[in-house]
């Protein structure tokens, strides 16, 4: 059992991180705590979209319509209701595993069917089956397509070609696609993100979901950018979401895509620092693990088989034995197993603390 004061648990696992805010979101906040009436705020005028919009062109090369432009307090929430907006309560719902456990809360909590397609593990890099994808999105049950893009917990960042392919299928069989995009802003320095619906101007079928929580490490703001160009999806939306906002929510995004560009271009390059770091550990002190340095997120999937038989509890393994809090595999939908994720997003001190600790736990248990 645990054995260490809680102020020795070294946190590695929500995807969250331990990095002050940019000063441009805490700017923003104070400005508007200047004005001392804190309302219903439903009329948030262009700024977020004018900001947001000029972002993701400078970002991604991709622009969109303002009308198209709605907002939820998080990607999770936009997901619950998604799913009960576009499926039926005998529909079923298709992703790629190893899987974001939201995507199963968000079907299986709807009275949904999740349905995992499993991606070809080729020596730590993920590429997608298919040809099983296809026969699964043939299924008539099957309605709607969860895409993790770039993808939670493997990090990929999908080609052009892989999201043409992925969204043509669906196309063909009738699928809606909700993309989930909000790691698109931290990737490895010099790699490029572009949106699948920058691939599908014309289409109706792709509804995209971004937010200022995992870029600007404001996730207790509790607000995403969701784009739906379907009109009638979004006059659903509209009908049935909260219209208000939090006004020091919306200041920190629109102060955030207005002046923290450069310190997301720090974060990045300190990130890459931190996956060499721990890419160096592991082909160091154990040799028998596979991490692959991911082409997004600041979240590592490092592959543990060697060193554990059968079915072990890695997430409960590693808080007992180590006083490390990371997510095993098995808090991720099929295809995790002897996999831990683990957060880097934090100062180097920790991480190699955090990586001396889950060595010396393995070692011991050899």
Known sequence: ?????????????????????????????????????????????????????????????????????????GVIPALFGLVSYLCGPHDKVLT????????????????????????????????????????KAADISVKVFFLCHPHNPTG???????????AEICFKHGLKIISDEIHCDLLRSGLKHTPLAKLFPESREIVTCMAVSKTF????????????????????????????????????????????EAWLDELRVYLD????????????????ARLRIPEATYL???????????????TRFFLERAGVVIEGGEMFVDSGEGHIRLNLACPRSVLQEGLDRIRNAILANQ
Request: with cysteine; charged share 20%.
């Open 1 to 73: 059992m645990l054995d260490r004061p809680k102020e020795d648990i070294i946190q590695m696992w929500v995807a969250d991180m331990q990095f002050a805010a940019p000063q441009a979101a805490l700017d923003a906040m104070l400005h508007r705590l200047k004005h001392p009436i804190f309302g219903y705020t439903m009329n948030y005028d262009d700024q977020l979209y004018d900001v947001f919009d000029a972002w993701c062109q400078r970002r991604h090369s991709w622009s969109f319509p303002r009308e198209q432009l709605v907002l939820s307090l």
């Open 96 to 135: 790629l595993s190893p899987s974001y456990g939201y995507f199963k809360h968000a079907t299986v909590k709807s009275g949904r069917t999740l349905v995992t397609s499993p991606l070809i593990n080729n020596d730590g890099h993920y590429e997608v089956d298919f040809k099983d994808f296809e026969e």
């Open 156 to 166: 990929r960042l999908w080609s052009e070609a892989e999201l043409r392919r992925l």
């Open 217 to 260: 490490n404001l996730a207790g703001m509790m607000i995403a950018t969701i784009v739906i160009p379907d009109e009638a999806l979004r006059a659903v939306w509209n009908e049935l979401h909260y219209p208000f906002i939090n006004p020091i929510s919306l200041a920190a995004a629109i102060g955030s895509y207005r002046g923290g």
């Open 273 to 288: 620092g931190n996956f060499a770091l721990a890419d160096e550990f592991v082909r160091g002190h154990l040799p028998n």
């Open 300 to 314: 590592a999937w490092i592959d543990l088989r060697a060193y554990f038989s059968g079915s072990v509890n890695l």
